[in-house]
């Protein structure tokens, strides 16, 4: 379950949940169609007014959902490289779609840079529009946002913090690192 759900009807619910992770609070939003926002932050209010205009029919309310914050726990424990969750980005400017469809495709422990996103979607002189796509994404991590880089000097800007980039983009790298030298298999015990 990995694809960006193009959805433009309205929706009938939308439920926030709220996260305690290594970044700090964080509230996502689930709509039936999938994941509509996971943002830094603990401000309902905000949030609940961002959903009302992309959807504006939707009842809000509070919720929990176990398998997503079990899938988000595991991201920060390093133990998920991707997540089985379809993403709901009705509402958002069909570019917005499409590069943010693309940097999903981004992997675990990897970087690409704007003006790399930008050629990949046929247009290699609109780097300067992903980065705006990017920065109004909703969904962070899940649409790793933080694995687009700019070509001259590495970090740039994003939807997040300059810190909470950084410590993602460290996050993978050992991770990854990690996994690359390492000689030890995971088998069942006897």
């Not at 247009?123 to 529009?129: E, L």
């Not at 700019?150 to 980039?165: E, H, Q, T, V």
């Amino acid at each position: 379950m990995s694809s960006i759900d193009d959805v433009t009807h309205a929706m009938n619910e939308v439920r926030i949940v709220h996260l305690e992770t290594p970044l700090g609070p964080m509230l996502a939003a689930l709509t039936d169609p999938g994941l509509a926002a996971l943002e830094r932050g603990d401000d309902d209010d905000a949030l609940a007014a961002a959903l009302g205009r992309r959807f504006p029919a939707a009842a809000i309310r509070a919720a929990d959902d176990a398998a997503f914050t079990s899938q988000l726990g595991e991201y920060f424990a390093g133990m998920r490289r991707s997540f089985d969750i379809d993403v709901n980005l009705a509402g958002l400017a069909a570019f917005d779609r499409r590069a943010l469809s693309r940097v999903r495709g981004i992997p675990y422990g990897e970087t690409m840079t704007y003006g790399e996103v930008a050629a990949e979607l046929g247009n290699p002189g609109a780097a300067r529009a992903v980065g705006n796509a990017l920065s109004r994404c909703p969904i962070t991590i899940v649409i790793p946002c933080h694995r687009v880089v700019r070509a001259a000097d590495g970090l740039s800007g994003w939807g997040g913090s300059f810190a909470d980039k950084r410590r993602l983009l460290e996050l993978e790298a050992t991770v990854t690192e990690a996994s690359a030298t390492s000689d030890a298999v995971c088998r069942p015990g006897k």
